[in-house]
C-alpha cells in the first residue's frame, strides 16, 4: 500500500480500520490517524486499536461509527484507506459521496481488496462459495462498473485499478510464483519465471471468478 501514499504525510482516516493494522502502519509512517470502527471488541475492533495504540505508544483517535453517515467536517482529510469496506456497504454510491466529502481536494483514497462480480447474477453464486458466509452474513459484492461509477458520481479521478494478480495487495495469500505457476496452467506456458509482468496483468483483467479482488485508488477533483 505503502507505494500508491501521497508524498506527504497528512490527516488520514481508517475506515472500517478493524483490529487497526493498517491504522497503526500509516501512524507509524508519520501520519495523524484517526480509525473508524464501529465494532467496540478488543479482540477485532475499536478496543483493540486502542490496545495496540498505546502498547506501540504511537497516537490514533478512534471513533465508534459507520461510514455511511461520517462525524467529520467536509475536507478534513488528506487519506482516506478502506480495506474490505465498500462492498459492506448498503448503498455504495452514498458512502462514496460521504468519503469524498470528508476529503480535503487532491485528497487521495485507497480501496482495497472490494469484491467484484460480472453481473448481478452472479452474486448468489459468490455468496455460495464464500467460506464465512454462511456463519454471519453480511458479504457482497458489485460490479467493477458500479465501483466506478459511484467513484466518478462522487467526484474521484481514478489513478489506479488494480485487478485480482497485479498486486500482492490484492492476491496474498497467494505468492508470486503462486500467480505465476497459475498464469503459466491458464496459458499452457512451461516456464513460469519467464512470464512478463504485462502479460501476468493481461491474464488477471480478464479473470471471470465471482467475487475476485481489486483495488482502487482515487483522487478527489
Known amino acids: 500500500m505503502r507505494d500508491f ?38 479482540l477485532v475492533g475499536a478496543g483493540a486499536i486502542r490496545e495496540l495504540a ?16 461520517l462525524p467529520f467536517e467536509d475536507g478534513s ?21 460521504e468519503l469524498t466529502r470528508v476529503l480535503k481536494p487532491k485528497g487521495m ?8 462480480i460480472d453481473k448481478p447474477e452472479d452474486l448468489p453464486v459468490f455468496l455460495d462459495s464464500h467460506p464465512l458466509h454462511h456463519l ?5 459484492a458489485y460490479t467493477r462498473k458500479r465501483y466506478l461509477g459511484a467513484f466518478e458520481d462522487a467526484g474521484l479521478r481514478m489513478r489506479h485499478v488494480l485487478s485480482p494478480w497485479e ?3 490484492n492476491y496474498f ?14 496459458l499452457r506456458f512451461p ?8 502479460l501476468i496483468c493481461w491474464v488477471s483483467k480478464r479473470l471471470r471468478s465471482p467475487g475476485r479482488l481489486y483495488s482502487f485508488v482515487g483522487v478527489k477533483l
Open 191 to 198: 516456464f513460469p519465471a519467464l512470464l512478463p509482468a504485462a
Open 109 to 116: 483514497l485507497i480501496a482495497t481488496r472490494e469484491h467484484v
Open 167 to 169: 498486486t500482492p495487495v
Open 54 to 69: 498505546s502498547q506501540a505508544a504511537v497516537n490514533i483517535t478512534v471513533v465508534e461509527e459507520w461510514g455511511e453517515k
Open 77 to 97: 482529510f488528506d487519506l482516506i484507506h478502506a480495506r474490505q469496506v465498500l462492498h459492506h456497504a448498503r448503498d455504495l454510491e452514498a458512502l462514496c459521496q
Open 136 to 140: 454471519y452474513g453480511g458479504e457482497n
Open 173 to 186: 495469500p497467494m505468492t508470486e510464483l503462486d500467480v505465476r505457476r497459475a498464469v503459466s496452467n491458464k
Open 5 to 42: 501514499l501521497p508524498a506527504s504525510c497528512g490527516m488520514a482516516l481508517d475506515v472500517g480500520a478493524g483490529r487497526g493494522i493498517a491504522s497503526f502502519a500509516l501512524a507509524a509512517d508519520g501520519w495523524r490517524v484517526t480509525a473508524l470502527e464501529p465494532d467496540p471488541s478488543r
